[in-house]
């Protein structure tokens, strides 16, 4: 367990030295054991016949498959159907991961303004899932570098993907918990290959442009692979989708009607308190006058269109190259480059501020009678009519890294590799024009000249350009990041003496990895009149790790030793200690084992301990979010204030990630399956695997109810600070806007924290048949699903458990099914995506709503041309694929846009059109 202090309640957390010395032997006498076991083996080592030389996702062992853990694959086959753009596309078609059927980036929850996509294995999380690109780490994604994103890989250029579904923290280390997803590289590679697709609707402005080369060749001892890969997409506008244009209005589809009421080019007013916090009746503009019924003056339409997601324009590039120096060692590196362009379309922000009376347009024509007599009144509208109608926010990110390394021949048929990763990362995520100044903005509004003064009431044609070019001054939030990893590691692994069923075989290393991370945050604008120009965050957060690791694989029964209903027998033990200097160390092993009762038929089963360290990018600091005016609507449950309810008041966010508090995360993991492949039925295969994962200590939001109402979380939140006890906050969490009142009554703190229990349990199906016949070519249909079996979670330890099965936190069913036909030259292939039904427990309107299953259709037909009369083509094939083939809508969900992002494609059909050849 790792070691360390924590903010807040009694959270778990186990000192290191509670275990450090039981686990520094437990690994020295291993290593120890191993070695000595290879050295006495050596004369068996020199006649045994040489394994297969790769090393399978989920061990450090050549040849041998994860003992104990299911295996799901991603083969090049279904790359080629799916014709993914990048490598988030292709992941959206497994459902044992969190982002199937959806849109990556609406799915992947708690990005912190990271632009980017990481698998999600059983919806753990985020952090949960281990990336590896060809079995190496990259560097982080991001302005807080969140989590590394596997995009930046040229999909041409993948071979397969291997997906772990098991926790792996024994065999990686740290982000293991719910398993690994490693892209495998197509090496060795001979020839030319192009590929170029193009998808569009018909209905939208979506488009997807991808463009792809891959060219290698092979010699003596050695090879040579090059791959670039260019790759666009448009968004669709939120106008261009029916329940999107509704502008929040769902109660044609059973919703409510959430149009925004402050957001409006009309402006809302009401009255103000001493303390200028708003009070009383809210008024708005009507056919008829002024109303209090806000039904009257919801804004009728959406304002602008926006886009769902970012537009986006992204190259990649990606070497590799192996030679044979000697006999016994071989020299290898891959270096791969990745550059992305991003940028959303919204509209301009809304601004809530005070008017004084002495504005010359505070006048009856405007402000209800009600309202005239008071000194000052809030005041709120878009910044729509005024200061243009859309913003543009934009993002980049570029990845480097560079693999190298030598395969080295030890002896006795042991191989040893040393490898060198350094990958890094550059990234800005800019928003100038998406804020407004508001220091100007209430300087204007102060001004009691008509001909400067800002008429809050009017268009941008009835005030002067200045005044309203000194608010709309490029304000926004602006990012910069660098993140950096670099990691040397050697591992050896080889035979270590006969047993009854085979050899035994071992693995060690050691590896030394450090990260750092670069974070620059700016608030305001910096032009020379901007009201507010203030350095946010500068972080330079570092982490390093250095780890030892083994992994024995013992074949206690086989060919040689079969016993009846004992066809084969084998164990695995793998362990891994870590050691961060901000953390101290954990040891975390995990045990494997597969029985064959006969030869048909295998099963497996594991159990593990795995821990998930904070990255890099969790511990920047936290900064202040002023918010005015806002209505949490809660009755403070503690304190001196309890019973007070907190309406319409100014509120200081504590935002960030985790600010440096967070300790790392824990799990034991189960697993028990079996794989059957029936002689009798060549080309079926069946594969069912149960998973159980106990995950503590969570990296946890706080919901704004708990921090008000919740006694336990009273570490968290502060209510009616004194001005001094205000000004040490300031000091310390700097505002990301103006500060334009002179008091807060509610200090709230959002950043993530240690929370917390989830138990998950669920089954994963991998059932395909294959069968050809001699007139009618070959057939295959195939089922791939995850179901659900538990989700339970205990926010405080010594609480009850919450059953979140079946709710939006746990759909209990994803599915997809495939019937595929191949005839010569001529493929077809239908697949059926099935989003399981589940309940929204946040429903207002409908109190535990039920939300129906997603079910869509993709269809895929290609055809290739084996003979083009051009000599130097080898071939060429045209694939046409149609994705949501029935054009099905998401089904409704109780929130503003009338669906669940995490769980559905708001997209209409839409058709892919690709073209490959090979030269």
């Not at 069913?813 to 399981?836: D, E, M």
């Not at 130097?872 to 969900?893: A, E, I, M």
Request: aromatic residues 10%; neutral net charge.
């Amino acid at each position: 367990m790792f070691g360390g202090g924590k903010k807040g309640s009694d959270l778990r957390v186990m000192s290191y030295s509670q275990k450090k010395c039981a686990s520094l032997k437990a690994l020295m006498a291993s290593s120890v054991a191993i070695a000595a076991l290879a050295a006495g083996s050596q004369a068996f080592a020199q006649e045994a016949a040489s394994v297969e030389e790769g090393v399978v996702t989920g061990s450090s062992i050549r040849g041998v498959a994860p003992v104990g853990s299911a295996l799901i694959g991603v083969t090049r086959d279904t790359i080629q159907a799916v014709a993914p753009t990048n490598t988030k596309d292709l992941l959206a078609t497994v459902p044992a991961l969190g982002n199937f059927g959806t849109n990556a980036e609406q799915s992947t929850p708690n990005r912190f303004r990271t632009s980017g996509y990481l698998a999600n294995i059983h919806n753990l999380g985020i952090y949960a899932t281990l990336t590896l690109v060809n079995g190496h780490r990259i560097a982080a994604t991001g302005t807080e570098g969140t989590y590394p994103d596997p995009s930046n890989v040229p999909t041409i250029a993948i071979q397969r993907t291997e997906i772990i579904a098991d926790g792996a923290s024994a065999i990686y280390g740290s982000d293991a918990t719910a398993g690994v997803v490693n892209f495998i590289y197509r090496k060795p590679f001979d020839g030319i290959e192009a590929q170029a697709t193009y998808s569009f609707d018909g209905e939208t402005r979506y488009e997807k442009k991808n463009f792809g080369v891959i060219g290698g060749k092979t010699w003596d001892g050695g090879g040579l692979m090059v791959a670039y890969e260019y790759s666009s997409n448009l968004s669709p506008l939120t106008s261009e989708i029916d329940f999107l244009a509704l502008n929040g209005n769902q109660t044609s589809r059973g919703g409510r009607d959430l149009r925004n009421v402050t957001g409006c080019v009309t402006p809302v007013m009401r009255a103000v308190q001493a303390n200028g916090v708003p009070v009383g009746a809210t008024y708005g503009s009507s056919a008829s006058g002024f109303s209090t019924n806000q039904a009257n003056f919801r804004c009728p339409t959406r304002l602008v269109p926006s886009t769902i997601i970012s537009d986006g324009e992204r190259n990649t590039f990606l070497a590799t190259i192996d030679h044979q120096l000697t006999d016994n060692v071989k020299i290898w590196g891959e270096l791969s480059y990745g550059h992305i362009e991003n940028e959303s379309i919204g509209q301009r922000q809304s601004f809530s501020v005070l008017m004084p009376n002495t504005n010359p347009y505070f006048t009856a024509a405007n402000v209800p009678p009600a309202l005239l007599g008071q000194d000052r009144i809030s005041i709120a509208r878009s910044g729509n009519g005024l200061f243009g109608d859309t913003y543009k926010g934009g993002a980049t990110g570029t990845l480097t890294t560079l693999v190298t390394g030598l395969d080295i021949d030890l002896g006795a048929d042991w191989k040893g590799q040393v490898s060198l990763d350094i990958s890094r990362t550059r990234d800005t995520n800019g928003r100038p024009g998406s804020e407004l100044d508001t220091r100007n903005l209430i300087a204007a509004l102060a001004d009691t000249n008509a001909a400067t003064a800002l008429n809050p009431f009017g268009t941008a044609a009835q005030n002067n350009p200045a005044t309203l070019a000194k608010i709309d001054n490029g304000s926004g939030q602006l990012n910069w990041g660098q993140q950096g990893l670099q990691e040397l590691q050697f591992k050896a692994d080889g035979p270590v003496m006969e047993l009854p069923g085979g050899t035994l075989r071992a693995a060690v290393g050691t590896s030394f990895r450090a990260t750092q991370s670069n974070q620059l945050q700016l608030g305001g604008s910096r032009n020379p009149n901007a009201g507010f120009d203030g350095v946010v965050r500068d972080d330079h957060p570092r982490q390093q790790v250095s780890a030892a690791f083994f992994e024995l694989n013992a074949p206690l029964v086989g060919a040689a030793n079969e016993l009846p209903f004992v066809k084969e027998l084998t164990l695995s033990v793998s362990g891994r200690y870590d050691y961060y200097d901000k953390y101290e160390g954990t040891f975390n092993p995990k045990y494997g084992i597969v029985y064959s009762p006969f030869e048909d038929l295998k099963f497996h089963a594991s159990y593990g301990t795995n821990f998930n360290a904070p990255n890099v990018g969790l511990l920047g600091s936290l900064f202040g979010q002023p918010q005015y005016n806002t209505n949490p609507n809660n009755v403070i449950g503690y304190g001196p204030y309890k019973g007070t309810t907190l309406t319409n008041i100014n509120q200081y966010t504590l935002s960030g990630q985790g600010g440096g508090n967070l300790t790392p995360e824990e799990a034991k993991t189960k697993s028990f399956g079996f794989e059957y492949n029936p002689g009798f039925l060549p080309g079926l295969r069946a594969s069912v695997n149960w998973y159980k994962v106990d995950y503590s200590n969570l990296f946890f939001k706080i919901t704004g109810a708990d921090l008000i109402t919740n006694p336990a979380f009273a570490a968290y939140a502060e209510f009616y600070p004194t001005p001094e006890r205000m000004a040490e906050i300031i000091a310390q969490y700097p505002p990301s806007s103006p500060i334009t009142v002179s008091t807060f009554e509610y200090i709230p703190h959002t950043e993530a924290v240690n929370l917390g229990t989830r138990i998950y349990e669920g089954i994963d199906y991998d059932i395909s048949y294959r069968f050809n016949t001699d007139s009618f070519g070959t057939f295959q249909a195939g089922f791939t699903a995850n179901q659900q079996l538990k989700l339970d979670q205990q926010i405080l330890a010594g609480s009850a458990f919450q059953d979140r099965l079946g709710t939006q936190d746990a759909p209990k069913w994803k599915t997809r099914v495939n019937f595929g036909w191949n005839l010569n030259n001529l493929t077809a292939a239908v697949f059926y995506n099935y989003q399981g039904s589940y309940t929204n427990t946040a429903s207002v309107i409908v109190p535990q709503q039920k939300v129906e299953a997603f079910k869509t259709v993709d269809a895929t037909l290609s055809y290739e041309f084996p003979n083009v009369g051009l000599g130097f083509v080898k071939g060429v094939t045209l694939q046409g694929r149609v994705v949501n083939l029935f054009d099905k809508d998401p089904p409704f969900f109780d929130n503003a846009d009338g669906y669940n992002g995490t769980y559905a494609s708001p997209y209409p059909r839409s058709y892919d059109l690709t073209l490959r050849a090979k030269f």
